[in-house]
Structure formats: C-alpha cells, structure tokens
C-alpha cells in the first residue's frame, strides 16, 4: 500500500469514528441542542374552542398555552407574576375579568415559563392580549348549588348562546369536566337556571358528602360553553367558583 492510499485509508477512517460519534451524541440528547440553536423556545397561545380568536382573546376564555420547539424535562408556569404552576410544555388557562380596568378595555398580561433542560434552567416570557369583557353568571350555596346565568354573551360585536355549563377542576394543567348543570328556563327570569344537591357536588369532586362547600373551591371553576348561530364555532368561558359567588 503506498503512502497515498494509506493517507486515505486514515481519513476514511477518522471519518467514520466522528459521524458514529456524532450519531451517538445526536441520541443522547444532543438534537435538542442543535434544534435549540435554530429554532429558539417560545411560547405559543390558542384558544381552546375558537379557531378565528386570532392573537386576541376575552376575559375568561379558555386558552392552550403551548411551550414550543423544547422537550423540558420540567416547566413551571408563571401568570401575570403571581400564580405559579408546575405543569407540563402545554397548559389551560383563563385569564379573569378585571373590574378595575373596565368592561372592553384591552389588557396584556405576561406569561413566564421557565423550563429544565439538562442541568439549568431557561425562561421564555410571552405576552397574551385579551379584551376585558363580562359575563353573567352567578352561583349561590347552601343545601345545593344553585345557578344563574344569561343565556347570551356579546362580544366584539359577535352574539353567543348558552349552550351548557359545568363545574371543572383544574388537574395537571387541564381543565376537567366533573359535573354537569341540568339548565332549565323559567317564563319568570330572563337568567338560565340550575340547581344541584351539595351532596352531588361533593360526589363529582370526589369529596365526602359532608364537606364544607368552602372546601369545595380550591381549583374548581365554573364553566360556561357558548356556541354562534352563525358560524358553528364554540366558545368556552371559564370563572373560579370563588369570584362567581
């Protein structure tokens, strides 16, 4: 073998030990920082009934908070730099009505998500544009829970009818659907009407019957789903339980 083909050989060789060596690392983790360096972590915000919502959203609505372009082994989740919330790279969220600001005012509020990879960690901070709107409706306690609610929504210049409501917890970052209100209309209040047992109420959240409704709260919503004549699309609202009493 002359010294040409050996020189060959040697490069061939070489060659061959640093693609195996970048295969190895590529599967130990090393495309995530390759897909790092050219797609950077963002953090991307969806209604989670409303294809044409667009970038802006209401007050109370149901939204997919989505970490994109990272596999985190952990992320935590901070609103409007007071709630925090370990989840998953996808959580639901509302944000509420701000009374203080006043019906239809655009607000922004900041979302945080920080995110483990390796050994440290990273942020990502969005900003999520919602326009502050009302809706009626409203819960009282006692030996049952009762239900008020308006059988119509309008919003930015679009009507939507009451189409049902449910109590939902908030678990792992989603909203689950645990009751659901039997409406009813009544010629004596233009409002839609319900009226659960607390015991019920209690058995749907997996509590015992005898617990205080005060206990009942923590993580649990009212959940509203209205729905356009027009277009077929869907709109879930949601309120804490607390601020709906």
Same mark, same amino acid.
């Given at each position: 073998?002359?010294?040409?083909?050996?020189?060959?050989?040697?490069?061939?060789?070489?060659?061959?030990?640093?693609?195996?060596?970048?295969?190895?690392?590529?599967?130990?983790?090393?495309?995530?920082?390759?897909?790092?360096?050219?797609?950077?972590? #963002?953090?991307? $915000?969806?209604?989670?009934?409303?294809?044409?919502?667009?970038?802006?959203?209401?007050?109370?609505?149901?939204?997919?908070?989505?970490?994109?372009?990272?596999?985190?082994?952990?992320?935590?989740?901070?609103?409007?730099?007071?709630?925090?919330?370990?989840?998953?790279?996808?959580?639901?969220?509302?944000?509420?009505?701000?009374?203080?600001?006043?019906?239809?005012?655009?607000?922004?509020?900041?979302?945080?998500?920080?995110?483990?990879?390796?050994?440290?960690?990273?942020?990502?901070?969005?900003?999520?544009?919602?326009?502050?709107?009302?809706?009626?409706?409203?819960?009282?306690? /006692?030996?049952?829970?009762?239900?008020?609610?308006?059988? $119509? +929504?309008?919003?930015?210049?679009?009507?939507?009818?009451?189409?049902?409501?449910?109590?939902?917890?908030?678990?792992? /970052?989603?909203?689950?659907?645990?009751?659901?209100?039997?409406?009813?209309?009544?010629?004596?209040?233009?409002?839609?009407?319900?009226?659960?047992?607390?015991?019920?109420?209690?058995?749907? +959240? /997996?509590?015992?019957?005898?617990?205080?409704?005060?206990?009942?709260?923590?993580?649990?919503? +009212?959940?509203?789903?209205?729905?356009? #004549?027009?277009?077929?699309?869907?709109?879930?609202?949601?309120?804490?339980?607390?601020?709906?009493?």
């Amino acid at each position: 073998m002359d010294a040409s083909t050996s020189i060959k050989t040697g490069i061939a060789t070489i060659a061959a030990v640093v693609v195996a060596g970048i295969v190895i690392w590529l599967n130990q983790g090393g495309q995530d920082v390759v897909l790092n360096f050219f797609q950077r972590a #963002k953090v991307d $915000v969806r209604s989670a009934s409303r294809a044409s919502a667009g970038s802006v959203f209401l007050a109370g609505e149901k939204l997919r908070i989505i970490l994109t372009n990272v596999k985190p082994e952990k992320v935590f989740w901070v609103f409007n730099e007071k709630e925090v919330r370990e989840g998953n790279v996808e959580v639901e969220h509302a944000f509420p009505y701000d009374a203080a600001a006043g019906r239809g005012i655009k607000r922004f509020h900041r979302v945080d998500a920080f995110y483990k990879q390796g050994g440290s960690y990273q942020v990502v901070t969005s900003q999520i544009e919602t326009d502050n709107i009302d809706f009626a409706a409203f819960l009282r306690t /006692g030996e049952s829970l009762q239900l008020s609610a308006s059988p $119509v +929504l309008k919003a930015s210049g679009i009507t939507w009818n009451l189409e049902n409501a449910s109590l939902s917890t908030l678990d792992d /970052g989603k909203f689950q659907v645990r009751l659901q209100f039997p409406l009813k209309r009544t010629a004596s209040s233009a409002n839609v009407t319900a009226d659960i047992q607390q015991a019920a109420v209690s058995n749907a +959240l /997996g509590a015992p019957g005898n617990t205080r409704w005060a206990d009942l709260q923590k993580d649990t919503f +009212l959940s509203l789903q209205f729905w356009n #004549k027009i277009t077929g699309e869907r709109l879930t609202m949601l309120r804490s339980v607390a601020s709906a009493q």
